[in-house]
Nanobody, 127 residues
Framework: QVQLVESGGGLVQLGGCLTS?????????????VGWSRQPLGKGRDYVAV????????FYADSVKGRFTISRDNAKNMVILQMNSLKPEDTAVYHC????????????????????WGKGTQVTVSA
């Protein structure tokens, strides 16, 4: 079992920035594709940024393109979600998830495709 740990959430004003690392303390994280998703209160979950094992294969939801960046820091065994130009509609609980796969280029956009999850971190953006 792989336990993921998210951090870096918080309360920011419109236009602010947050950096949210997702750590896998007991496994080499570079061997897993990783996705960041978010779920606003009372709404469904959407995947906003996903990275394959190959670091240059990524997906971004249209709602965050140009504002969010997903990256790997293999030295720290983390995947980082950098969130810039935040808007009130970005308010949600953000989760990271990972899965085991031999594919280098595959990435995943559905909950059922992931094996491991973190508990989430709350991001709140005030107007």
């Amino acid at each position: 079992q792989v336990q993921l740990v998210e951090s870096g959430g918080g309360l920011v004003q419109l236009g602010g920035c947050l950096t949210s690392p997702c750590a896998a303390p007991e496994r080499p994280f570079e061997t897993y594709p990783v996705g960041w998703s978010r779920q606003p209160l009372g709404k469904g979950r959407d995947y906003v940024a996903v990275v394959s094992r190959r670091v240059d294969t990524m997906f971004y939801a249209d709602s965050v393109k140009g504002r969010f960046t997903i990256s790997r820091d293999n030295a720290k065994n983390m995947v980082i979600l950098q969130m810039n130009s935040l808007k009130p509609e970005d308010t949600a609980v953000y989760h990271c998830a990972a899965r085991q796969t031999p594919s280098i280029d595959a990435y995943y956009l559905d909950d059922y495709e992931y094996d491991y999850w973190g508990k989430g971190t709350q991001v709140t953006v005030s107007a």
